[in-house]
């Protein structure tokens, strides 16, 4: 357990310093979350019932699903195609150890869209941005980001199992933004895409911070919401496992670790 | 008790072709391979490309399974005990892919470092042993991106060694590096047997063979067609001169002719710029000479030599051609 904890920790800080050199994941949480905070704010700013901290927390979860989505879907295949994925399977730690550190990598990194998106608030537009409730939010905003990493998990491997499921999870970013409830809530969508939403992560990610930075989610409701991201977390966890040692195993029988 | 043990190892890839009626094809990679490495031996594996050398290499560090077929490192099977034989074993694969280029020499070490478990307190001091042993210490902050091929390829050889692995795989360690570089890492080798590793080196230079290898093993389409120290694979050619004659557009039917000819052991052709070299092994020595250009005629002949036969004919002579 503590070699996979060093092989984890590792690959978040190597994971760091490489996306903060990586412009394609500047683009996704730094640019993209500016332009959207820009937009929703632009869009919104005359509704009497606009709150800011929600466009400011939606934005942020944009660049932070769009990073896991694509640092997960992509993260064995940028390991094999720079030809270190041999390398880190011939190492003695699991490859789920290495991939779940290096989307904890990713993760904290595009965090810091959620400061830039209150920049964009609180400087650009002059709001008061205001969490309500600062320990519900900082308990909802821990559980959300490991749900959504877990969510990323169980992507890496679906991601290498065939090209048409790392095609269909690419395709992911929007659908989820709306699915989710990052920028508007699911209320707004026909009832029958509900379903699809309350089984999605993302969205009990968005319902626990945007309930607890407008102070409209406490008591039993948080601790239920709490409880959701809680096994959501688990259930990626658990079967990402077994998914990690299929694609191992199917590798090692294909040949498949290395281009050449 | 060996170190490496291949019994009858077999290795099938599936490839296909075709978009909409896709076809399947089974190559062989290894047709059946048995052979045995000694603890503390430095052993060669020599083979043209496709013979099915890195193919046996990423079997033994747990990369591939065998299609049939069992093979062991220290004892553990590779495909049941593969966690037991990683901790216990480093490998090189040639050329430059294989390292993290946005960061840098040391920040790759150090990664490699803690995946492999090396003691925390120990990291940093192992990592500059390493870094002072393959010459990277002044580079080792910069970005690996900035490094040449052979720096690449030395600070491949120091995230090897970073575990203190028993049995080391290295598959054309060489390659691609400049003599003094080649002849560096060669050096490297050398100590590292001193010092008591397993080694396995696959290389395509017969004298890094013969000067390194206590034994080798010569591959050719998945079998081992010999299997000895390079002074008795010499033998095998040692009553055989070597006939080399430069010519220009030499074509199949001519090196049909010249294999056809009862004196003729085996014919390499080696393709250089605007002309071929034929290497020609026969017992005749220069005698053979007159009768070779005979069967040449209407061919452009230039240069003619006669040479007594090394480890690189007795290669020639094994696997059939020339790379």
């Given at each position: 357990m503590r070699r996979e904890l060093r092989a984890f920790s590792a690959s978040?800080?190597?994971?760091?310093r490489y996306m903060a050199v990586d412009r394609f994941m500047l683009f996704c949480a730094f640019v993209q979350p500016f332009f959207i905070a820009v937009t929703v704010m632009y869009m919104l700013h005359h509704q009497p019932q606009f709150d800011p901290v929600y466009v400011v927390v939606g934005s942020a979860l944009t660049g932070i699903w769009s990073v896991v989505l694509f640092d997960?879907?992509?993260?064995?295949?940028s390991e094999r195609f720079q030809g270190t994925l041999e390398l880190l399977v011939g190492a003695p730690s699991s490859l789920y150890a290495v991939i779940a550190g290096k989307l904890a990598g990713g993760m904290a990194f595009s965090v810091t869209s959620m400061a830039l998106s209150y920049a964009v608030g609180a400087w650009l537009f002059g709001y008061s941005i205001v969490v309500r409730d600062v320990p519900a939010f900082a308990v909802a905003f821990v559980l959300a980001l490991i749900a959504i990493g877990a969510l990323g998990v169980l992507i890496a491997p679906l991601g290498i199992l065939a090209r048409s499921v790392r095609q269909f999870l690419t395709v992911l970013e929007h659908p989820i933004y709306i699915l989710g409830g990052f920028l508007f809530p699911v209320l707004l969508l026909p009832g029958w895409l509900l379903p699809i939403s309350y089984a999605l992560p993302p969205y009990w990610a968005a319902v626990a911070l945007h309930g607890t930075s407008s102070g409209e989610l406490s008591g039993v409701a948080f601790a239920e919401v709490c409880a959701v991201l809680l096994l959501s977390s688990l259930a990626c966890f658990v079967l990402a496992a077994p998914l990690f040692r299929l694609v191992l195993r199917r590798a090692r029988v294909e040949g498949t670790l290395s281009l050449t | 008790m060996p170190a490496i043990t291949l019994d009858h190892v077999r290795r099938v890839f599936r490839t296909s072709t075709g978009v909409i009626r896709r076809k399947r094809k089974d190559v062989v990679a290894l047709e059946d391979l048995s052979l045995e490495v000694g603890e503390g031996e430095l052993f060669g594996l020599l083979g043209p490309n496709g013979a099915g050398k890195t193919t046996t290499v990423k079997i033994l560090t747990?990369?591939?399974?065998p299609t049939a077929g069992r093979a062991s490192v220290l004892g553990y099977d590779v495909v049941r005990d593969a966690r037991q034989i990683r901790p216990r074993v480093g490998f090189v694969f040639g050329g430059e892919r294989g390292l993290y280029y946005r960061v840098s020499g040391r920040d790759n070490l150090e990664y490699f470092a803690e995946l492999y478990a090396v003691e925390p307190r120990r990291i940093r001091v192992r990592v500059d042993e390493l870094l002072d042993l393959v010459g990277l210490r002044d580079r080792a902050n910069e970005r690996v991106e900035g490094y040449s091929r052979g720096m690449k390829q030395r600070l491949h050889l120091a995230r090897m060694l970073l575990h203190d692995p028993a049995v080391l795989f290295l598959d054309e360690p060489t390659i691609g590096l400049d003599p003094i570089g080649a002849r560096e890492l060669r050096e490297a080798v050398e100590r590292l047997h001193a010092a008591g590793k397993?080694?396995?080196?696959?290389?395509?230079?017969?004298?890094e063979a013969d000067a390194l290898c206590d034994r080798i093993g010569v591959i050719n389409e998945g079998k081992l067609v010999a299997l000895g120290t390079p002074e008795e694979l010499k033998r095998l050619v040692s009553d055989k001169s070597v006939v080399e004659l430069e010519v220009y557009g030499v074509g199949e039917e001519h090196l049909a002719r010249l294999r056809?000819?009862?004196?003729?052991?085996?014919v390499a052709v080696e393709r250089r710029e605007l002309r071929e070299l034929l290497r020609v092994q026969t017992a005749l020595g220069e005698r053979a000479v007159p009768r070779l250009m005979a069967s040449l005629e209407r061919l452009e002949v230039g240069r003619v030599s006669v040479r007594e036969a090394t480890l690189e004919d007795a290669y020639v002579r094994l696997v059939g051609k020339l790379e």
């Open positions: 978040t800080r190597l994971w760091l997960g879907s992509w993260a064995i295949n | 747990t990369l591939l399974i397993t080694i396995v080196l696959t290389t395509h230079y017969m004298f056809a000819l009862d004196f003729v052991d085996s």
